[in-house]
């Protein structure tokens, strides 16, 4: 099994700031990766696929980056609804998703 | 609009079992997977398996082999999961969506279904 690590935890950051979250493979997942956002109460939302592009109806200020074992979303300007949980997941082979990266407002 | 809507909440005794349905629209059924995943109160997503219907194709999660089983129905467009063997820890909600194949994101997400297991 493929084990997906993000970091932090939890991230603050005021709105208008960039934030970055970071998502690391146990071993290489070529860009397999997605991102997903969930808000409380709410389904998680695919925002990133292949690792950096961005899902239909994505703002441009969500991207993504990465391959192999070390992948990252940036959110620049964080606007209020940003706040949100984050999670990666890689599909490489059998799926399987980060913890989750809690964003709060500063 | 591409939907899945899912069946309501369940409460179960520990050692039953729960079946949830996923209903699609027909475009998004035939030529697509249809993947389970969970996320216990408070907790991350953890995916369970998937089902390509046109295949009859399943896939599972090595922590629920033996405990799950997906099925579809192309005549409803209409995907089932069913979890034996429930135990408290399997309270939950539970999601299907869709993906391109078994190894794929998943967009979109049906509404969730609760699971509360409790004696």
Do not use: H
């Not at chain 1, 991230?11 to 990766?33: I, K, Y």
């Not at chain 1, 998680?44 to 899902?55: C, D, F, K, N, V």
């Not at chain 2, 899912?6 to 699609?24: F, I, N, R, T, Y």
């Amino acid at each position: 099994e493929i084990v997906m690590t993000q970091s932090p935890d939890t991230l603050s950051v005021s709105p208008g700031e960039r934030a970055t979250l970071s998502c690391r493979a146990s071993q290489s997942v070529s860009s397999n990766v997605a991102w997903y956002q969930q808000k409380p109460g709410q389904v998680p939302r695919l925002l990133i696929y292949g690792a950096s592009t961005r899902a239909t109806g994505i703002p441009a200020r969500f991207s993504g980056s990465g391959s192999g074992t070390e992948f990252s979303l940036s959110i620049s300007s964080l606007q209020s609804e940003d706040f949100a949980v984050y999670y990666c997941q890689q599909y490489n082979n059998w799926p399987s998703f980060g913890q989750g990266t809690k964003l709060e407002i500063k | 609009q591409v939907q899945l809507v899912q069946s309501g909440a369940e409460v179960k005794k520990p050692g039953s079992s729960v079946k949830v349905s996923c209903k699609a629209s027909r475009d998004t059924f035939s030529s697509y997977a249809i993947n389970w995943v969970r996320q216990a109160p408070g907790q991350g997503l953890e995916w369970m398996g998937g089902i390509i219907p046109i295949f009859t194709t399943t896939k599972y999660a090595e922590n629920f082999e033996g405990r799950i089983t997906i099925t579809a129905d192309e005549s409803t467009s209409t995907a089932y999961m069913t979890l034996n063997s429930l135990r408290s820890e399997d309270t939950a909600f539970y999601y299907c969506a869709r993906a391109s194949s078994l190894w794929s994101w998943l967009d979109p997400w049906g509404q969730g279904t609760l699971v509360t297991v409790s004696s």
